[in-house]
């Protein structure tokens, strides 16, 4: 089992929608990231999580610590959101800093 | 700009080549780190650094070589290219290896071929 789980896979939603991106982790953690990688490869860091909630314009990410998951909303949704959106967490021990990630959920938004 | 700059963009090797793929952060971060991008995986550690001169594997780290000798630079070394090594690969940074409230940067990508 992966230590970190996203849903869904895939994604396709119609301009304007309201999306939600799941991810459930199961190690302890000191922060989790969700970052953006658009078509062509570069990966943009969104949000660092390690309680609550955040909000940068339309995009809001929030952690539950004792559920081990966090989503990232994205409200009013637009074809340029179109990306892949990786989760990641920051292990608490171990390899203690390294990130963990997620397989990514590919959003495609349609006009 | 500040950031982290990774060269070159993209590479064709042939089977049994080395080469290195470049490095470069300006931000004074302490953590610098090497990944794998692979079709349907995530993104997989290869080699880290929590400083100048201190370096450690990761989760797939055969075939690669990687030394620290400036805070700046983190170059990783293919010693000599096997078609299991076509992939993306990124580096990124991160202020400290430690802390929980710094975020990363990431390179733009080296797209890597063997043939």
């Known amino acids: 089992k992966n230590e970190v789980e996203q849903s869904p896979q895939n994604l396709t939603a119609q301009e304007g929608e309201f999306i939600t991106i799941n991810c459930s982790y199961s190690?302890?953690?000191?922060?989790l990231h969700w970052l953006q990688q658009h078509p062509g490869g570069g990966i943009v860091s969104l949000f660092m999580l390690s309680s609550g909630k955040k909000k940068h314009g339309r995009l809001i990410a929030t952690i539950n610590i004792q559920e081990k998951h966090s989503s990232l909303h994205i409200t009013a949704s637009h074809p340029r959101d179109s990306a892949v959106y990786i989760c990641?967490?920051?292990?608490?021990?171990?390899?203690?800093?390294?990130?963990?990630f997620g397989k990514g959920t590919k959003l495609s938004v349609k006009p | 700009n500040a950031g982290v700059t990774q060269t070159p963009k993209f590479q064709v090797l042939k089977t049994g080549q080395s080469m290195t793929l470049q490095c470069a952060q300006d931000?004074?971060?302490?953590?610098m780190s090497w990944y794998r991008q692979d079709p349907g995986m995530g993104l997989r550690l290869i080699h880290y650094s929590v400083g100048a001169g201190i370096t450690d594997q990761g989760e797939v780290p055969n075939g690669y070589n990687v030394s620290r000798s400036t805070t700046e630079d983190f170059p990783l070394r293919l010693l000599s290219a096997a078609p299991s090594q076509t992939s993306v690969y990124f580096c990124?940074?991160?202020?400290?290896?430690?802390?929980?409230?710094?975020?990363?940067?990431f390179g733009s990508g080296t797209r890597l071929t063997v043939v």
């Open positions: 190690v302890g953690i000191s922060a």
């Open positions: 990124a940074s991160s202020y400290t290896f430690t802390g929980s409230n710094y975020g990363y940067t």
């Open positions: 931000m004074n971060h302490e953590y």
């Open positions: 990641a967490v920051r292990n608490y021990g171990g390899s203690q800093g390294n990130l963990i």
